[in-house]
């Protein structure tokens, strides 16, 4: 079977597919001129993988930074996958989908937001509404975390939190359970996207205990339904 590699720029990432083993990589930075045509080789390789592919196939997406165009064409590349998901596929409870982020572009105070938003107990019934499950032995929820934790905490604390903080190089989201179709990744991931967006310098006038709360970041998301869709509706009619 075919292997397409496509050499890494400062603009583009490396990306390398063996077909025949079902390996795919994808890492650096996604800020093309033209994501669908610079994407469009390997979405092509993985229609014709789609048709035989091999019982395992190994994914590893390491971008430290992707603009909005990237993530649209990042998505398709998963979508080919779930559209050939075995029906009779099985999942274990103790599985789940984890979310690294490079801390490079993150601010201390984008660090602590997202810190703080995800263990506060008042935005637990949201948090789970968008993750599956919550509060459990691999990602509890922690009131004591607040924006100025991770600066007090050099040493992360427990990893088992809803947001690792142990690792040197990217924060772990912990939170949610695993996919088991397209629109369930999909809302998931642009979920960790837009509370990171969200979280950034200067999107707000509120003070932070109010920026932290799931209303400020729902009606922050109303202006920007386009970018996130299949977090918009999975969220339409929360309360």
């Not at 033209?34 to 390789?45: A, D, G, Q, R, T």
């Not at 984890?98 to 107990?121: A, Q």
């Not at 032995?137 to 427990?158: E, H, I, L, P, Q």
Request: with cysteine.
């Amino acid at each position: 079977m075919e292997r397409i590699v496509i050499e890494g720029t400062p603009k583009t990432p490396t990306i390398s597919f063996d077909m025949a083993s079902g390996q795919l990589e994808i890492r650096g930075r996604s800020i093309p001129e033209n994501s669908i045509e610079f994407y469009k080789p390997l979405v092509e390789h993985l229609e014709k993988y789609a048709q035989k592919p091999q019982s395992n196939t190994n994914v590893n997406i390491q971008l430290e930074y992707f603009n909005t165009s990237s993530s649209k064409c990042i998505l398709d590349v998963f979508k080919k996958f779930y559209d050939n998901i075995p029906p009779d596929l099985k999942v274990e409870k103790n599985v789940g989908m984890h979310v690294h982020i490079s801390r490079k572009p993150l601010s201390h105070l984008t660090i602590g937001k997202l810190t703080e938003f995800l263990n506060r107990l008042d935005n637990k019934q949201f948090i789970h509404h968008i993750a599956g499950r919550i509060d459990n032995s691999y990602a509890r929820m922690s009131n004591d975390r607040n924006v100025t934790f991770a600066w007090k905490n050099r040493n992360g604390g427990d990893r088992y939190n809803a947001l690792n903080l142990n690792n040197q190089n990217t924060i772990e989201v912990r939170l949610f359970a695993t996919p088991m179709n397209y629109k369930e990744f999909a809302m998931r991931l642009q979920f960790v996207q837009a509370l990171v967006d969200y979280c950034s310098p200067a999107q707000s006038n509120e003070s932070l205990k109010k920026q932290t709360h799931y209303e400020a970041f729902i009606h922050w998301l109303d202006n920007r339904r386009r970018m996130f869709p299949e977090l918009s509706n999975h969220l339409k009619g929360y309360q």
